[in-house]
């Protein structure tokens, strides 16, 4: 009667599934359908209904969710953040002490609202699937977006196990996507790259 993973697992039970799609923030049908696995993620149901939501926590769904050990999620990540117009400086307006509670200029430094998940080192077959377009990067994207329920920005930095690039050859269908997979380096060169990539 109770049996609860009997009713969701085997039986679909709609009444359950609702339950627990509430649970993680999924309730709304028309909102669970633009979720790619959305199914899938019931497994997940603790991380998603912890508050509040940590790095450690998306360092565990996206392992688990990618079968990927060398993932690492890197906070504070420094950013230039747009001030609004109406928060701005203005002369002749009372309120406003410089230094303390107020800058000068259209932007100013942030450390809160950015992050990175670091992959790797990577062999060069691994590192080709989590480019921008592929579907492992996509993945890391939604997963991110879903799990943080703040619109953080994020990035995506993918180290490449040292030897493994090779030099860019014209006409080549391997090592000549300019912005993903080029350096200037010869071949055999003896360290790590790293490429940083947007997440969208």
Known sequence: ???????????????????????????????REKVLGSFQLLRYIG???QFPRSGLGLKRLL??????????????????AVIPADQRLKLGESGHILGRESYLGETIDDRTTKFRVEVGPLSSYDYNQYLPGTFKHSKIAALSRLYLMDPFESELKLTLEAGEARTA????????????????????????????????
């Open 1 to 31: 009667k109770y049996r609860v993973h009997v009713r969701v697992s085997d039986e679909h039970d709609p009444l359950y599934l609702e339950i627990l799609y509430s649970l993680m923030g999924l309730g709304v049908e028309p909102v």
């Open 47 to 49: 991380l998603f209904s």
């Open 63 to 80: 392992c688990d969710a990618l079968s990927e050990p060398r993932i690492g999620i890197e906070p504070c990540i420094p950013r230039r």
């Open 169 to 200: 050859r014209l006409g080549e269908e391997g090592w000549c996507r300019l912005g993903l997979d080029t350096w200037l380096i010869s071949d055999g060169y003896g360290r790590r790259l790293e490429a940083v990539f947007e997440l969208r």
